[in-house]
């Protein structure tokens, strides 16, 4: 059959005609006039070179032809409406496996409560999450490498969907039994300090640096290193000076003895955000995923404690302000 000469509404003209056996309730169920029916099963018995349905007794009976090809017609034309349908997601059921980029910061302090949404809602799903340097995640998400970014990055392309998670700022800290810094920490004391660094290719995170270039300030980094969650263990046995996100100085602050100050010069706050690309855009599977990231950044959000006690980070800290 050469199907590139047949027009598929044929498909289903012949498949009513098959089933009623009577071309005007095969008409009435195509929303057809029975002319267009009758010119319809011409142009069948046309490409097909058979009659296909002769008028009996007992209505239009099909053709020996006719019957071998009924059942392939059939199912072709449910292929082709299945095609058509959205994909039913149920989270019981669904063996859905996403792929997620987030840095170490996400993964302490926002993957433990999705992991447990997601493995209480969706017992069946998988989640692998992908190790990156900042600068491959927009050609990850692109190649379909991953399905989802979480995190803070520049330079996202015009193509990649995102939604505002929350708003962070950064914090400084020191082991608490730090020889130099006690209950604050000023200007001076923090351009005197030894610091420790995240530094990856590709990271972002070069703010503090550039903030005291425009103040004609530079610091001492003695130390640089690839993963964020690693800083506040180089300071508990050390006097380094390291500037963090705040959700991270805030979850190392009660599993080891570290101080938490505001920085001394005003670095601002910096949005978290996720990022897919348009193929997941309308996807449910995908859908609920972002739901459930955006639910357990905002609870965090709304569970952040104040911060008010000696070497804790104040509501309104003095900084000093770059020009």
Known sequence: MEIDKLDLNLLKTFDAIHR??????????????????SAALKRLRTH????????????????????AMAGHITRALEL???????????????????RVYINDVGMLVVMPQVLKHVSEQA??????????????VVEALDSGEIDLAIGYFLGMPNWARQQT?????????VRSGHPEIGDSLSIEQY????????????????LVDETLARMNLRRDVTLRVPRFAALPFMIASSDLLVTI???????????????????????????IKQYWHERHHAEPAFQWLRSVVRRETMRLTRQRPRKAAAGDVPQ????VRSA
Request: net charge neutral; hydrophobic share 40%; with cysteine.
């Open 123 to 136: 017992p069946n799903a998988k989640i692998s999450i992908i190790d990156l340097r900042p600068d491959e």
């Open 245 to 271: 996100p705040e959700d991270l100085g805030l979850a190392f602050s009660r599993l080891i003895d570290i101080k938490l100050f505001p920085p001394p010069v005003e670095l601002g706050e910096f949005e």
């Open 48 to 67: 097909f070179g058979n009659p296909l349905f002769v008028r009996t007794s007992h209505g239009m009976r099909p053709t020996p032809h006719a019957d």
């Open 316 to 319: 309104t800290p003095a900084r």
């Open 80 to 98: 082709l409406r299945e095609m058509g349908q959205v994909a039913v997601f149920s989270r019981l059921t669904t063996t859905v496996h996403y």
């Open 165 to 173: 998670l929350r708003k962070t700022s950064y914090v400084c800290a």
């Open 20 to 37: 009623h056996h009577n071309l005007s309730a095969a008409a009435v169920e195509l929303g057809l006039t029975q002319p267009a029916i």
């Open 191 to 206: 351009l005197r300090a030894k610091h420790g660094m995240y530094a990856a290719s590709g990271s972002p995170y070069s």
